[in-house]
Structure formats: C-alpha cells, structure tokens
C-alpha cells in the first residue's frame, strides 16, 4: 500500500550501517580465526599423527636386555657359537639403529651419548673379527670378547639412562608444546564464541529493529489506507507512465468507476475528456521528457474531467509528485466542483440581476427627478418674473411661500440626486485650489442672519497656523460645511456656535481638520450612531422649520468619503454636539483671480444672444430675463436649429442645452464649430442640469466655453452676461497684444501686414490638412504643430501656439483619440484668435 | 576407505586369480638357507604344516621395489622384496592376523588389511645390497612412510619389524 516507503532518521540509517559493518568486520575476523586455528590445529593433528618416534624408550632399554642375552652367551662356560654370533648381530644391530636412526638424533647430540656411542662402537668393532673368524679361533678369543664385553657393560647402561633421560625431557617439551598450542586453541575457540555471541546479539538488534520497521510500515500502510479510504476528494495515484495504481473510493464516485476495472489504465484514456487528451500527453510526454510540470505542484487547478459515462464535469485538483523507490509518482486530489460551479453561476446571475436592478431604481430616480426638476424650473422661473411685475403686498408675500417651497424642493430633488448619483458610483469630485479660509468665512457670512435670529453667536478661527489654499472640491465641500453650519445654527437657541480649523501635519498624511461646535440640545446616543443614515431626522415635534428630507448628513458623509476624509459627530445630550471632519491637506497654489468676481452692473453693451432650448417654459423664462436687461434674443428649438441659426448669423453669445430632440446641445456644438460659420468662433455655454465634473469636461471638448447650471438664476446669467460683454479681457486668453505689438513695432506695418496674411493661410493649410480624413503621419503631425506654433508665438497667439505644442506632443507619444480631439481644438482657437489678428 | 578397496580387489584376484595355486598345497622344500618360515592358516606348505622359504623361494614370489627414508635410517633408501600383498594372495589368506617375529623373538602383529597394493613389504634387498643381521636383515618389512602420512604412525613403526625370520598367520 505504502510503496513510497519511509525514510529512515538519519541516525538510526547510520546506526545501522555500523552495525552491518561490525557484523561483517567480526564475521571476517571469525572466519579468519577459523582459518587460522584450522592450519594450526591441523599442523597439531599432522604432527601428533605422524609420529616421528618409534617407542625410543623401549629401544634403549631393549640396548641393555639384546647386550645382556649377548653378555650371557659369552660367558657360558660351552658357549653355543652360532647363538652367541646371533646374539651379537642383534645387538650391534639395535646399537647400529641407535647410531643410525634419525629419532635418536637429540640423544646423539648430547655430548655424553655421543662419547659413549662412540665408545660403544670402537668396543664393538674390536669385537667384530672375533665374532666374525672362525669357530675355533672364537673359542680361543673367547676371554678377549668377554673382557671387551665387560667394558661394553657400563657404556651400555649409561647410554640408555642418558637416552631415558633426552627424551624424558623431549616429551616434556613435546606436551608442554601440546599444551600450548591448547590454550591457544582454547584462546581462539573462547575468542570466536565472543565473536559469534556478539554477532548474534547484533543481528539480533538489527532484527528486532527490522521486525519495528516493518510494523511502523504497516501501521502508516494502514493509516494511509483509512485517508484515503475515508477522504471526501478523489485520489488517484499513477506511475511516471500515466498508469493507475490507486483510485481511492471517492474517486470512484466521483467518476463511476471500479478501482479493479481501471488500475493499471492509462489515466488519461480513464478520466481525461477526448479534448483535452492531446493536451495531457504532451503534458506527461514533457515531465517525461523535460521533467517541466506545469500542473504538478503548483497547487490547485480547475480543470474538465470525464466520468465513465462520458459526461464531462468541472473539477478542482492538485497534483503532487514523490520519488519513490519504483521511480516518480503522482499523486492527485480531485473534487467534483459541479454544484460548486453551478452555485458560482447562480451568484453571478443573482448578483448582476441584483445589479441591474438597483442600476434600474438609480436610472428611475435620476429620470424622475430630472423630470420633477424640469418643470419646476419653469415653477421658479416664473415666479421670479412675476415677481418683477406690479404685486400688491399680500401678492407678494405669497409669491415669497412659493417660491421658499419651490427652492426646499428643488434642494430635496437635488440631495435625491446626489445620493442616487454616488450610490450609482457617479459621484465625481474635481481636485481644485479652493479657498478653505474663503468659503469657510462665507457661509458663516451668509449664515450670520439665521444666527442673530436666534439670538446665538457664530464665529470662525483658525487654531495654529492659517491655510488658504487647498486641493479639494469646492462646491462638495461648500455643500457640507453649510448643512453642518447650517444645522448647527439651526437648532442653536441663544447660544454659540464655533467653527474651528486646523491643520493636522504630525501624521504621515497631513489633514485638514474641521470642528462644528455648539451648545444646542445636543444629540442622544442612540441617534449620535445612526445620525449618518438615509433619512434620519431630529426630533421633528421640537421645531417644525427644522424638519428635512433627512439626507443632509448622509449626503454629507458621502461627499466627504468621496473626497478621501471622515466625518463624525460627539455629544452630550442637553449640552451641545461637535461634529468634526477631517480632509486630505494638500496645499494649492491659489486660483487665477476670476474676473467674473467683480460684478460691475450695467456696465455691459446689450449683445445678440442664441437661445437654444427645447422647453417651452425654460426658454420663455430665459428669454424674458435676457431682454430685461436689454439683450436681443434669438430662439432655437433643437440643436440642428441653433446650428443652422449659427451658420448665417453672427452671434456675441449661444446658450445651449444639453438633451433636446433632433440634435443635442453638445453635437450642435461640434457642428457649429466645424462648420465655420457665421458663429463659429462665438462663446457656447452649456445650459444644463446634470452638471457632473467628469460631463463637464466633455462639454469644454466639443468646444463649448463655460456651464450655467439649471435653474437659471438671474445673478448667474448677468455674471456670465457680463464676462461676454467684456470682450477685451476674453481676448486676452488668445492675443498676447504686448507680442503682437512688438512684432509690428519691429517689422513695420506693412511687413508686419504681409507676414499675419502669410501666417493666416500656414493655420488654415495646416487645419485643412490635421481635419482632412486622410490617414497622417504621427512625425509629420508633430513637425507642422511645431513649425506653425513656433509662427504663432511671434503673432502673440498664445492660445494657438499652446494648444500647437499639446498637439505635438500628443503626435510625439502617438496618443490618437487626443490628437483627434487637439485637432478640433486648434480649429475652436484658431476662428477665435483669426479675427482677433486682424483687429 | 582406499585399504578397504584394495581388500576387495585381492579378495576378487585370489578368487579367480590364485584358485589354482589355492588348490596345490603342497611345495618344493628349499633348496639354500632358510630365510622365513611361514606358519598358520595357510594354503601352501612345504614342510609339515609350514611354509619354509629360502632366499630365492622368496624373490621368486615377488619382487616389489620402494622408495622411501625411515627413520631409523639416513636419507632415502631403496628396499626391494615380497609385497605383504602378494604374498597373502599368493598364501591365498584372506583376513585374520599376521604374527611376525623376528630372529631375537620380538613379535608384532600386523593385521593382513595392512596388506594392499602398494602397501608394506618384506624386503630381502637394500639398495641392492642383501642386509645382514647386524644391519637389521635378512628381511625388514618396509610400509612406504614416505606416501602417506598414514605410515607414518606409531602403529606402523611398530609393525616394520626387522631381522624378521617368521611369519604366522591366525584368524
């Protein structure tokens, strides 16, 4: 089951590999012992077998019985010769054996046997002629050869004690040898057992701890097989080449196949679908190959696998490789994702319905309120010219309610808008120099009436240094500083109200932090948490003046969260609330001085104004304000009517809406700026009521010049009226007058005359060829915008030369859509600047 | 193992070989000295109920040559004489025990096993050269010490008796 095996710890590796190296070592050593002790004991055996010794002892006595038997035949008184000859022969025989034989060689090297040996044989030979003559003369010599044997006597005797006496001491020698070699063998023989007994024990360790092994083996066998038995996931081992070799239960339902059907298969031809068959063998042929794994190891994969019916279903699965001793295995862990995906699918069609469904109420509410909001325009702008015909005083107290209510609603209807446009994600904010000190100091201003009304105090300071310019959205801000101020004031009753400023620039992200504090009812807790929510309001019995849509503050958190602050409030109920804002502090440098901030009255010349607008009510309104002070208006229903309108005429102003039938404000925009007619070069400005920042910019680059946001009020038509009028300080954005008056002061009037002809026709050469619908080089583009602005420059045409330069640089980096845009550009500018040169 | 063999093969020689001699009991008495007198249980007699052989006799039955040391002698001899193999096949012996005495009465038992091809012999000839009594002769039965380590035992220098003039043969 297990065939991957376990690694062994280190030391116990170690541990064994010793012991098998000491086994071996004293199995060696054993053998050698042996070895030895066989060659020893063998030389014993050989040497203690093949005796080199005949009974020696019983030689040398038997010297002594043979001379005796002779000495008895001499000294017979009728000796019997042929006896005593026998006796002779075999006693100098058994002496000739003694001199002779190689065992007697020890007792021959000692000096006294030696000396007697020879004595011995010199008696003897004295003896041999007379044994060896004739009867009668032995009998005659007969006393010779007894005297001579008499002195043999002695010499015979000492001989064989002497011998007795070699070899007592050889055998002593030989059995302490023996002896010797015993104890070795006995040495050698206790020394093996030691051997062996330690082997034993060793082999016996190493048994025990194979026999530990192999249980620990066969538990993790075991255990893996209850993993795998009881795992919730398929798992599915297979070979280098791909086939299967476990396919656990789960697998089996998963893919309705029985393990003993498939083992042994192809994995791919069992559970890989036919189109992604090719994909996976290039895949195993890769590892194969390569050893590259793109899926293996590299944790989970959602992938299509195959059942045994052929159904295809998603899975997610791991695959794992291990080495093992029969080569790389892959191991992998597969899960039916079915309703997992299935699920997924329900989520995502719920959630874009769901999506759907609130971009469908956002839509609604956005329509509606445009739709609320148009006729009440009209509401208000009648009013505010009814206002200006004769009304008795009881007339116009009324006139004043309605209009009060129609402005409250016009606030509702806009705060509705907000919310649906940021819940919509909408909500854009412009990243602008603002004033913060200004505005702050204009709506306490504006908000000094309402307190003194109140008998309450309101005041503004700075704590620590003083800011006045700040990036932020000065009309979002200005929104929020007023509902707080506004509500501070609001429910204040003879008391105080303080705003407080001050610049955070400790933290690593400098803010801006704002403080509204008052001694009014203050709030209770359980409203303090809830106080941000969609309409949630005081307490309405309190003041019924008081009562709003309950938006304010909800509105308010989510102009300041768009803006990348945080708003909060703290209160003691009975004592007062402080409500505090903290903003991003990124100071400006300060805007341009608008030239629209002076407003000079009646300082204006009348001007022949355009008025597009598809609104009955709106364009009356419109109309009647811009006569009263003195304009002549003309009147357009539709976009394609002011275009045409704007083609044959020459207008100072256009007043354009935005959504109107036929053709919008902003198309008609694009039409009468390219078509270059009579009004071609005049002021467009956008009337409209979905003035969002990010729109705006849109407007700006079809050409348009400015927006008045819908309701027209009377003081935001005369402040634009006024700007239009003032036509030189326009000018100035395109003639820088001092360049241009110096080039004509240089060249003389007439040069200067044919150079601004020459220069008209390079412009309008290079207009042609930029808005021709021919396809251009980006270089070329580049290198013209360059040489016409560098031109432009030495007219004053600072405006043109500008927008030359973007549109080079836009050529430069190949950015299409604004060159397209640059191009039309240069063309607004150009109708501006051209009649503007001529002056 | 080899002795017993060799055992076989004499018993199987004497059957088929020897039945003849086996049958004629009775030989010529010697005509020179006598050298040995062979006693016993024996097929083949000349005198009485014994074999008595002279010099020639004895030749005549066999005549073995062996070369080896002994230790009752210096360096390496050649004995000639009888091997004991051929002489209890050609006495047509098959077991029992072989009491060799010598002319000073000395006697030694020599098992007939011990009587194999290649085996002991009873040399009348030493280098050649006959051996007087003085020199261990007339007959000294040799084994061949030097071919096996077998010979070179107590027993068997024991058994190589010499100045041998009688031979008995007893189950």
Redesign the interface.
Known sequence: MNQKGLPLPAPSKFRTRIGRAFIVVAGLFALGAIAYLAVSVARDINQLGSAHSDNVQWTLSQTNVEFLEYKLRVEHPEPDITELRQKFDVFYSRMNTVRRASVFEGLRNTPEASARLVTIFTLLDASVPIIDSSDDELQRRLPALVALSDQLRPEVRALANSGLKVFALAADAQRSRVANTMTKLAAATTALVAVLAWAILQLNLLNRRIYRRERERNQTAKRMETVMGTSLDGVIVSDAEGRITQFNPAAEQIFGHRAGDVLGKDIGAVIVPDHMRDAHDAGMERIRRHGEKRVVGKGRVKLEAKRKDGTIFPVELAIQSATTHQGEIFIAFLRDITAQVAAEAELVSARDRALANEKLKTDFLSTMSHEIRTPLNGLLGNMSLLRDTALNPEQAKYLGHMETSGRLLMSHISDVLDITRYDAGKLNTRSEPVNISALVQDIVDNQTGAAFQHETSLEWRWRGPRYDWILSDHDRLQHVMMNIIGNAVKFTRRGHVAVRLEALEAAADPRLRIEIEDDGPGISDDMRIRIFDDFVTGNTSYDRDVGGTGLGLSIAKRFITALGGQIGVESDLGKGCTFWIELPLIEATPAPEEATAQTQPDMQRALNILLVEDNEINRIVAREMLQQEGHSVTEAYDGKQGADLAKLYRFDLILMDISMPVMDGRAATRRIRNEGGASASAPIIAVTANAMADEQAEFLKDGMDGILTKPVSREALKALLHSKADTDEDDLAYINAQHSQEARDTLGQDAFAKLTARFVSEVELLIDWLNDDKPKDLLEIASKAHAVAGSAGIFGAVQLRETLKQLENAAKTGDKSEIADLSKRVNIVWLKTKPLMQK | MINRLWHITAVIAALVGFSTLAQANTMEAPSGAPILTITGDIGTTNMDDSLVLDREMLAAIDATTLQTS?????GVQQFEGVSLHALVAFLNVESGTIRATA??DYTVEIPVTDAVEGGPIIAYLMDGQTM?????GPLWVIYPYDSS?DY???VT??RSI??LDRLEFVQ
């Open positions: 002994t230790i009752w002698t210096e002319i000073n007087s009594i003085r020199d261990k380590s070179r035992s107590e220098y024991a010499w100045q």
